[in-house]
């Protein structure tokens, strides 16, 4: 009669095979993310890391007048140029200014037009999804180009239908610059807006359908807090864009002397480039990245503790 160890398993009871433990490949993850993170350091990092560092150097003569170009560490010198000039400081207002009047009425404007595409009572929706989108393919510096033509007095439709009204004039230019953003943007937020809807099963809509709810009750009440967090990404983005705001008072600044050379902030770095003061120029750069930064982030948790409460 053999002995029955206490380490042996019940009768009918199978070993479970002990498997060695597998090892975790980072590199396996980071041949996935790099796609993304290699154009991000290299297009994004590295040059925002070089603006930094060109913004400590100044340029200075050495052997009088004529004497050689010297560029050499310069600490906080470039800064204090930036923020003691009044044309930063005035692109700063208007920037802002132009944020907190386009950024609403496109959103809304989006919002509304998603809507009204997602209502049942809409046919077409393809087709109009596809026409609200089209500005947003033409180039920037061609949609400014052709509402400079459209509003500027010499050339301008309207004006010689008898609306005598100088668009690019003082009081109108900055309402012309905010109406081509409004016409380029809108569209592509709308498409956004859309695709969450179109994201929210019918049923939702079906079940307040049958307990009487109307539509602009479902839309109130139910669709707008649905697609919220869209809302909140399209808005980001349009902030983003607003701070970044060069290419429509660029084009706009060969039709009228309303624009200065320093009516955005993006205007006044690419003006320092183009005359070979780098140092200003990065600075300027560098100074929008933060505030871009915190603007966004403060944006984002803005709306967060908003919809927490």
């Known amino acids: 009669m053999s002995e029955i160890s206490v ?3 019940p009768a009918g009871v199978r070993k479970k095979a002990i498997r060695p433990r597998r090892r975790t490949r980072p590199w396996i993850a980071l ?30 003569r050495v ?34 200014a132009f944020g907190l009047v386009q950024v609403p009425i496109m959103m809304g404007v989006a919002l509304l037009l998603a809507l009204v ?25 061609i949609a400014a180009i052709m509402w400079g033509s459209l509003l500027d007095p010499a050339t301008s439709p ?10 690019l004039g003082p009081g109108y230019v900055f309402a012309a610059i905010a109406n081509v953003g409004v016409w380029t943007y809108a569209g592509s937020n709308t498409v956004i807006l859309v695709a969450a809807l179109t994201a929210v099963p019918r049923e939702v809509f079906d079940a307040a359908r049958i307990d009487g709810a109307g539509a602009l009750r479902i839309a109130r009440s139910i669709k707008i807090p649905l697609v919220r967090p869209a809302i909140v990404f399209s808005a980001i983005l349009n902030v983003i864009g607003t701070l970044q705001l060069i290419t429509e008072p660029k084009v706009f600044q060969s039709l009228t002397s309303q624009i200065t050379s320093g009516y955005t902030p993006n205007m006044l770095a690419y003006n320092a480039a183009s005359a070979d003061q780098y140092g200003f120029a990065a600075v300027v750069s560098v100074v929008m990245t933060v505030v871009t930064f915190i ?10 503790n908003r919809g927490q409460r």
């Open 31 to 60: 041949g996935f993310l790099a796609p993304f993170f290699v154009p991000f350091v290299l297009f994004y990092v590295a040059p925002v890391a070089y603006a930094v560092v060109q913004s400590t150097q100044v340029v200075k």
């Open 63 to 96: 052997g009088g007048v004529f004497g050689t170009q010297v560029t050499q560490f310069g600490g906080l010198a470039q800064y204090r140029a930036v923020f003691t000039n009044d044309d930063f400081w005035s692109g700063i207002v208007r920037v802002v």
């Open 117 to 141: 595409l997602d209502s049942r009572a809409t046919r077409g929706g393809r087709f109009f999804r596809l026409v609200y989108f089209l500005p947003f393919a033409v180039p920037g510096v």
């Open 158 to 167: 309207f004006y010689r239908a008898g609306l005598h009204i100088d668009f």
């Open 295 to 304: 603007a966004s982030f403060g944006f984002l948790r803005f709306v967060q």
């Open 7 to 9: 380490l042996d398993p």
